[in-house]
């Protein structure tokens, strides 16, 4: 059973930084691509960034400069930087994991909140 925990959420005041974690279980190969996505409230969840298997990554331009995304390929880890956090940053931000082996699947963390705000 694929498990992913997230973590490091919380409240930072603009300018701030927070680095959230996302440790996956039950995956017997690499994923193909980690990521975080993320969802304020009465928008739809988009892109933050993802890492591929050969740590090629990918930005939304929001977080472009400011997000830096990493993994650890034999602790099965995603890790997301985030400095100089906005009030626009305010989400619930998931962990997502792209598998292909056995079947090609995506799996979702529970997600975690982040607030940006004095």
């Known amino acids: 059973q694929v498990q992913l925990v997230e973590s490091g959420g919380g409240l930072v005041q603009p300018g701030g930084s927070l680095r959230l974690s996302c440790a996956a279980s039950?995956?017997?190969?690499?994923?193909?691509?980690m990521g975080w996505y993320r969802q304020a409230p009465g928008k739809e969840r988009e892109l933050v960034a993802t890492?591929?298997?050969?740590?090629?990554?990918n930005y939304a331009d929001s977080g472009k400069g400011r997000f830096t995304i990493s993994r650890d390929n034999a602790k099965l880890t995603v890790d997301l930087q985030m400095n100089s956090l906005k009030p626009g940053d305010t989400a619930v931000y998931y962990c997502?994991?792209?598998?292909?082996?056995?079947?090609?699947?995506?799996?979702w963390g529970q997600g975690t909140q982040v607030t940006v705000s004095t």
């Open positions: 890492i591929s298997v050969d740590d090629s990554t």
């Open positions: 039950g995956i017997r190969f690499s994923p193909r691509s």
């Open positions: 997502n994991v792209e598998v292909v082996i056995p079947n090609h699947r995506y799996y």
